[in-house]
């Protein structure tokens, strides 16, 4: 990739290499009742007068949009009061704007090129305006650009820098009528630690938390499924030079970052079907975006009434305030910390979840997480610590302020805490770890000791059998840390159920209770003491999924939260039992109803088409919106389970696999899934990606159309499986014959046939050419109205061989087959 300097400049010389319309010499003026377009018309240049005021400016302007929207303003500060204005290039040299009087509203003087060049203004369809000098023997050289000095908008492979002490940053309008600088100000505010952040005047009115090499820790979307906005940080070091560029919102029309004068960044694009400029993003929007909401040691909580609270261990700092809704002056410790005292307890940390990382973070760079935490646990001034694996060690010195807490998404904070103030479970917990590390000699003797004192064998087998589950529990749980190092959490908090417990709540596994089994074992009906309706997924001791599916089960799904994925309970691990616990869905699978010809009839195509939406906004999490990065590798119709509202969530990531920062594929020489949902290039070369998903998630697009199951349909005079038959009649243009009629009624057919012709996106052959599942979810929002015609599917065919054999390299989730070929086309 060429450096970002250079990359720009070559974009100017280009477009004018290229392009001679609209073009000014030193001896042409732009007058107020000219305009200079851009090669392919998108932008303009000429003087305007805001709305309600008749002061004239320079701007540049879309010129497809209505009303007429400016992205930059040369003489915002310096208005002229007529229409006499002019934009020339002076002899001195430089780009200003003068009036009939010859007197200067704006200019920028630039180093002068050689004394035979003559130069030449040129808009570029980037919406960039260049000074460009060209010598006689036609070498071009840019010596202005009006992307190195933004007004109130962030184009497309525009900057933002900070260098030293200088920092390039956008300037919100004064009002709506206004364009002349206002309080509001937007940029990065390090070249250490960059964090894009607005300015109200000198304060902060609001961060996005610290860059770690991906994104920004602590920035939120509007729209979740928003995988458009791509903004990349380029750090030079040798230079103390940090670059912030945009590259634009894939597919969508004039897409930029917009500066509104009441101080909120705003990511728009034109939606030319409704005339209208549409959000994806808006910074801040919600009480909890401004900066300090709840003061010192505070966090901020929209789940909650009030949205402020105290973290634990502290106090609010004038509690009159705080009860009347005033948390700007915070809050304070309760107790000391004790760290350097002799003789007293060591303090602790308290894991808080899911947060906006305080402000004013230091770093450590080559850290591991069990370090950083020593270390700040080792320097009495620091008072917490966090670790992502991108931005590495982060700890923090100063007063915490501006947290947030978050439902999903933000990082783990590990807040440092007087032992005294880490609570009574903290406490039992010390003690529990400090009996089991004593050794089994002892335990023996307690447990002896207990029986004679109490008299009651029943009382001695009760505690025998407690220490025993208590070091299951602790084993357990080393195994699963040990397996989950990557993102070095702790899974302490899992949910650990008795196997009697789950025999009582299930009728002793009674094959009454039992609601469906597959290639894993048996899944049965249950209800906990506590009233909770439970699914109970019992690993088989002959299962095909074994116990590296499980713990990767458990490691995986505890750790993600979204309305589309079904939610673990707790797990059981006793002996030979092995058994995962889920939330209960009275519909049970998506398979059950679409296959069934009775049920099939209550699925309308609305509910299809909800059931759609939910497995795409399930995806759409786990590719690109949780914590992690995580790729399915089994989504098919059983693994889609259904609520009482037929609702959809994703379920069973036994095959799983999580992925780490900047991963794009991972290859495998175990291929794991069921055969009719695998991508190719997964079932014949290992490789897996989102893309992988998509190609399932396409099958079973087409699945829920047809209401037929893919690896059952065999179109007999070509051999051709469902998805070779779908393409073959979209492309003679008869694929409303496959359509399940139950939904193929006037008033859905336009909206089905779309539907089906992104399923047939979904599942071509090359990798490339699918879409990812954030730009399938626009797609099915009319969010990009043209969709591109469908390649060949891979796997269109069934090839039909004599012999059949069995390999090992496929195990198939859910049945016991042989796989004769798995070919593409």
């Known amino acids: 990739m060429l450096p970002l300097y250079i990359f720009l400049a070559y974009s100017c010389l280009a477009f004018h290499l290229a392009a001679g319309i609209g073009n000014a010499t030193a001896i042409q003026l732009l007058k107020d009742s000219e305009t200079i377009f851009s090669p392919n018309a998108t932008y303009k240049l000429g003087f305007f007068s805001p709305p309600n005021n008749t002061d004239r400016y320079l701007g540049i302007s879309f010129n497809q949009v209505s009303p007429t929207y400016f992205v930059w303003v040369a003489n915002r500060d310096n208005p002229l009061k007529d229409s006499t204005g002019v934009l020339r290039l002076s002899e001195g040299r430089s780009l200003e704007i003068v009036d009939k009087k010859n007197d200067t509203f704006w200019s920028f003087k630039f180093s002068s090129p050689a004394t035979n060049a003559s130069l030449k203004i040129q808009l570029l369809d980037s919406g960039n305006l260049c000074v460009v000098a060209l010598d006689k023997g036609g070498n071009s050289t840019v010596i202005w650009q009006s992307f190195d000095y933004p007004t109130d908008s962030l184009l497309p492979n525009m900057k933002i820098t900070v260098k030293n002490t200088t920092a390039t940053r956008l300037h919100a309008w004064t009002g709506p009528s206004d364009p002349s600088e206002g309080r509001f100000t937007v940029g990065l505010d390090s070249s250490i630690n960059p964090q894009l952040v607005i300015w109200d005047g000198n304060k902060r009115h609001y961060r996005t938390g610290p860059w770690n090499g991906n994104l920004f820790l602590g920035m939120t979307y509007t729209d979740p499924t928003n995988d458009y906005a791509d903004i990349y940080i380029q750090n030079n070091v040798a230079e103390d030079e940090v670059t912030l560029l945009y590259t634009g919102a894939n597919q969508l029309s004039f897409s930029h970052y917009y500066f509104s004068y009441d101080g909120s960044l705003n990511e728009i694009w034109w939606d030319s079907g409704k005339r209208s400029w549409r959000s994806l993003y808006k910074a801040p929007d919600s009480q909890c975006d401004y900066y300090g909401k709840c003061g010192s040691y505070g966090t901020c909580n929209l789940e909650k009434a009030p949205i402020c609270e105290c973290l634990r261990g502290f106090v609010p700092n004038n509690t009159q305030e705080w009860k009347a809704g005033n948390w700007s002056s915070g809050c304070v410790r309760k107790t000391p910390l004790q760290c350097g005292k002799q003789g007293s307890v060591q303090d602790g940390f308290l894991l808080l979840k899911y947060v906006k990382l305080p402000d004013l973070e230091l770093w450590l760079q080559g850290v591991s997480p069990n370090d950083c935490r020593t270390l700040c646990l080792n320097n009495c001034s620091c008072l917490a610590y966090a670790y992502d694996p991108g931005a590495g060690c982060m700890y923090w010195s100063q007063t915490l302020i501006d947290i947030q807490q978050f439902t999903i998404g933000g990082i783990d904070l590990n807040l440092r805490l007087a032992h005294s103030e880490l609570g009574k479970k903290s406490r039992v917990k010390a003690v529990i770890v400090a009996t089991l590390t004593v050794g089994t000699g002892l335990i023996i003797a307690l447990i002896i000791l207990w029986i004679f004192l109490s008299r009651s064998r029943g009382r001695g087998k009760a505690l025998a059998f407690s220490l025993e589950k208590q070091a299951n529990r602790n084993n357990i749980l080393d195994q699963l840390n040990h397996r989950d190092h990557k993102s070095q959490r702790k899974l302490e908090d899992l949910p650990l159920i008795d196997f009697i417990d789950l025999a009582e709540a299930t009728d002793n596994f009674h094959n009454n209770q039992m609601l469906g089994q597959g290639g894993f074992g048996q899944v049965y009906k249950g209800k906990l003491r506590d009233g909770r309706e439970i699914a109970v997924k019992r690993l088989s001791a002959a299962s095909l999924q074994g116990v590296e599916e499980f713990m990767n089960e458990v490691v995986v799904i505890s750790r993600l939260q979204h309305k589309n994925l079904v939610s673990l309970i707790g797990f059981c691990d006793e002996g030979q039992e092995k058994m995962l616990v889920y939330e209960y869905m009275p519909n049970k699978s998506l398979d059950a109803f679409l296959f069934d010809s009775t049920k099939r009839e209550l699925l309308d195509w609305r509910k299809r088409f909800n059931i759609i939406e939910g497995i795409c906004r399930g995806l759409i999490y786990l590719h690109r919106d949780s914590r992690l990065r995580i790729i399915h590798r089994d989504l098919k119709a059983s693994n889609i389970l259904l609520d009482e509202q037929l609702n959809?969530?994703?379920?069973?990531?036994?095959?799983?696999?999580?992925?780490?920062?900047?991963?794009?594929?991972?290859?495998?020489?175990?291929?794991?899934?069921?055969?009719?949902?695998?991508?190719?290039?997964?079932?014949?070369?290992?490789?897996?990606?989102?893309?992988?998903?998509?190609?399932?998630?396409?099958?079973?697009?087409?699945?829920?159309?047809?209401?037929?199951?893919?690896?059952?349909?065999?179109?007999?005079?070509?051999?051709?499986?469902?998805?070779?038959?779908?393409?073959?009649?979209?492309?003679?243009?008869?694929?409303?014959?496959?359509?399940?009629?139950?939904?193929?009624?006037?008033?859905?057919?336009?909206?089905?046939?779309?539907?089906?012709?992104?399923?047939?996106?979904?599942?071509?052959?090359?990798?490339?050419?699918?879409?990812?599942?954030?730009?399938?979810?626009?797609m099915f929002s009319s969010d990009i109205t043209d969709l591109p015609w469908p390649k060949e599917p891979g796997f269109n065919k069934r090839h039909v061989v004599t012999e059949t054999i069995t390999t090992q390299l496929h195990q198939i989730s859910g049945e016991n087959i042989s796989i004769t070929a798995i070919s593409g086309r």
């Not at 038959?725 to 008033?747: Q, T």
Request: proline residues 3%; aromatic residues 12%.
């Open 648 to 778: 959809s969530k994703i379920a069973d990531f036994g095959m799983a696999r999580i992925f780490g920062h900047g991963q794009v594929q991972d290859e495998t020489r175990r291929v794991v899934g069921t055969y009719g949902y695998m991508a190719p290039e997964y079932a014949m070369d290992g490789y897996f990606s989102e893309k992988s998903d998509v190609y399932s998630f396409g099958v079973l697009l087409l699945e829920l159309l047809t209401a037929k199951k893919n690896k059952a349909f065999w179109y007999e005079d070509e051999s051709l499986t469902l998805l070779g038959y779908v393409w073959k009649l979209w492309a003679e243009g008869n694929a409303g014959s496959i359509i399940d009629p139950v939904i193929y009624v006037p008033h859905n057919k336009e909206e089905i046939n779309r539907s089906l012709q992104v399923g047939l996106l979904c599942v071509q052959e090359n990798v490339n050419d699918r879409p990812n599942m954030s730009t399938v979810m626009s």
